[in-house]
């Protein structure tokens, strides 16, 4: 929008100083359309009229201006000294530049006459007028413009301001604006850029110092599709999808192997019960009525050395021993359930209830196991299952073979 906007504006001023001095001065333009191929046609030209004329080559003339069309190039040797003065005369009055005398220009030489005509034509622009941007808006345009428009003010207070000048001043200052509000434009954006880079580079920096905390900080996190928590680094959790993660002191970790190390042991024996009850005849249950009914508190060794227990069969007895182990294993269920080993007869009591002794059949075994590994998976729902130096023991379920619940037996070390 703003490289339009002075196209525009710099269309107007060109085309209005190329009338002026058409019209008021005699300047004779060749027009040549502002293309690379129209420009080098004419520029063989001028070089061959030069070498014809015995001169080295082209020499392009002073004052040449540009519009987004057309190339306008003064021929040279047109206009009339007295001509050429009087455009002088006008444009340094109005742009308030010390005067000279006709007899004075005259000695300047057509050269000087020339580059005086171009640096007041540059100023009628809001260009620089000298150094290695002349010709060109440098980096000083607002400067440029607030000097052309002073000089615009005062030669306004003139009755006899040339009301052509005044327009071609107006539109140079408004060409000049247009690139002063695209200079501002490219600075802010420039700004813009350099301040986001900054910010990028501070955001980056503050990334990557997340990034190696998050590396360091390990905790437990849910995987959202299957429920299960593991032990991973907060950048393990955010990189797998995990959700809910929840950073873990050694100290709550060393607790949790514990408790696990407890489910362990519960479900072992749990799974060597299921598999004792398998098989066992119906009229079994009975003899084993008095070794069960004993005190739970009473060690393996102690029921051993019982009459009531050396009359049991092999299959009766491994039952039995299964049932007993459970038992005292589950006892340890206490802390996990409550974070305290202390307990009360009570709940022992509650506890024991809750596991098989003699009952009907083994399919009351089976039931009775369902139901508490169902508390048993509650138990382990909140611990992870991937913590170094411990692993979960599966829960065997009705129909699991026995053969399966001795090899895992075996290789956590029970017998």
């Known amino acids: 929008m703003q490289q339009q906007e002075f ?6 001023f060109v085309q209005a100083t190329v009338a002026n001095n058409q019209d008021k001065y005699g300047t004779v333009y060749d027009v040549i359309p502002r293309n690379s191929a129209a420009a080098m046609d004419y520029l063989k030209t001028l070089h061959a009229n030069g070498v014809a004329q015995g001169q080295q080559g082209a020499a392009i003339p002073s004052g040449v201006m540009m519009d987004s069309q057309n190339i306008y190039v003064p021929k040279p040797g047109v206009n009339s000294l007295d001509s050429q003065y009087k455009q002088y005369a006008d444009y340094s009055k109005a742009l308030g530049q010390p005067s000279m005398s006709e007899s004075q220009f005259g000695q300047i030489g057509s050269d000087g006459r020339e580059k005086l005509g171009t640096r007041l034509q540059n100023m009628l622009a809001g260009k620089d007028t000298d150094g290695p941007n002349a010709g060109w808006y440098g980096k000083n345009v607002q400067s440029s413009i607030s000097n052309l428009q002073t000089a615009r003010d005062n030669y306004a207070k003139d009755p006899n301001a040339d009301k052509s000048i005044l327009d071609l001043m107006d539109k140079g200052i408004a060409a000049a604006t247009s690139v002063q509000a695209s200079n501002d434009k490219h600075a802010d954006e420039q700004a813009d850029k350099q301040s986001n880079r900054i910010l990028n580079r501070e955001q980056q920096i503050a990334d990557d110092k ?25 950048a393990d959790a955010d990189a797998k999808g995990l959700s809910n993660f929840e950073p873990q002191t050694p100290t709550t970790i060393k607790s949790d192997v514990h408790d696990i190390k407890v489910l362990n042991d519960v479900v072992l024996k749990a799974n060597r019960v299921r598999s004792m009850a398998q098989g066992i005849d119906p009229s079994s249950w009975g003899p084993m009525a008095k070794v069960l009914a004993d005190n739970p508190n009473d060690t393996v060794n102690q029921i051993m050395k019982e009459k009531a227990f050396g009359a049991l069969s092999s299959k009766q007895q491994d039952y039995v021993i299964a049932v007993l182990n459970l038992r005292e294993s589950s006892m340890g269920l206490q802390k996990v359930l409550t974070g305290t080993a202390r307990s009360n007869e009570t709940q022992i009591q509650a506890l024991q209830n809750t596991l098989p002794g003699v009952e009907p059949s083994s399919d009351v075994v089976n039931k009775k196991l369902d139901q508490f590994n169902q508390n048993m998976e509650l138990l382990r729902g909140g611990l992870p299952r991937n913590l170094q130096g411990v692993t979960m023991i599966p829960i065997q379920s009705s129909g699991s073979s026995n053969t399966a619940t001795q090899d895992t037996a075996a290789k956590h070390g029970f017998k």
């Not at 196209?7 to 107007?12: G, L, R, S, V």
């Open 7 to 12: 196209n525009d504006n710099h269309d107007k």
């Open 210 to 234: 997340q990034q190696r905390e998050d590396a360091r900080k390990y905790g437990y996190a849910v995987n959202p599709q299957t429920n299960e928590v593991s032990y991973v680094s907060k």
